[in-house]
């Protein structure tokens, strides 16, 4: 049950897009479609933000955008606001039944 | 509207024993699976555990099984935690959530520390 792979931060200025990737294995990312994306706010619970790889909640903005190659997923968000900035964390099904949760990203609207 | 509070959070010496509850309003409770995830204290999420709609089958990470228990009683609209031989690193915000892939939405957390 290792944590999937994210970097730790990434930063963006206003109006410009950033990628958070998210690896795992051919025993989680690789296998299944069950690839979710959460934003969490300090102090906040976290938000789901995308689902099964590339499925927006309704009222989720459609500047968010989800992805999946081989053991690597994406999530990518367009056109930067200051209010996107939050830790991201990934998160996948796994081939034991279990989830397993990326590391999380700090994103950082410059 | 969903809504999902938990309870039961507070201090607890090491080796002692701790029962979390989750509220459910606003959904069919007993159509959902259900999750505890947690977050030690400036650290990341973890996947705890989770229970599928009737109960009859429950998964749990590594370091929590033979230690942890997770149940429900759809008669209440509840799930639960129970947290026996606790130690320091289960200190975390618990949080339960509806689903067991897509987890949405969240509740917003209950504190368990874990200290002499």
């Known amino acids: 049950q290792s944590a999937l792979t994210q970097p730790a931060s990434v930063s963006g200025s206003p109006g410009q897009s950033i990628t958070i990737s998210c690896t795992g294995t051919s025993s989680d990312v690789g296998t299944y479609n069950y690839v979710s994306w959460y934003q969490q706010h300090p102090g906040k619970a976290p938000k789901l933000m995308i689902y099964e790889v590339s499925n927006r909640p309704s009222g989720v903005s459609n500047r968010f955008s989800g992805s999946k190659s081989g053991n690597t997923a994406s999530l990518t968000i367009s056109g930067l606001q200051a209010e996107d900035e939050a830790d991201y964390y990934c998160?996948?099904?796994?081939?034991?039944?279990?989830?397993?949760f990326g590391g999380g990203t700090k994103l950082t609207v410059l | 509207e969903v809504q999902l509070v938990e309870s039961g959070g507070g201090l607890v010496q090491p080796g002692g024993s701790l029962r979390l509850s989750c509220a459910a309003s606003g959904i069919t409770f007993s159509s959902y699976w259900m999750s505890w995830v947690r977050q030690a204290p400036g650290k990341g999420l973890e996947w705890v555990a989770n229970i599928k709609e009737d109960g009859s089958e429950k998964y749990y990470v590594d370091s929590v099984k033979g230690r942890f228990t997770i149940s429900r009683d759809n008669a209440k609209n509840s799930l639960y935690l129970q947290m026996n031989s606790l130690r320091a690193e289960d200190t975390a915000v618990y949080y339960c959530a509806r689903n067991r892939v897509r987890l949405d939405p969240w509740g917003q957390g209950t504190l368990v520390t874990v200290s002499s």
């Open positions: 998160s996948s099904y796994t081939s034991s039944k279990t989830n397993v």
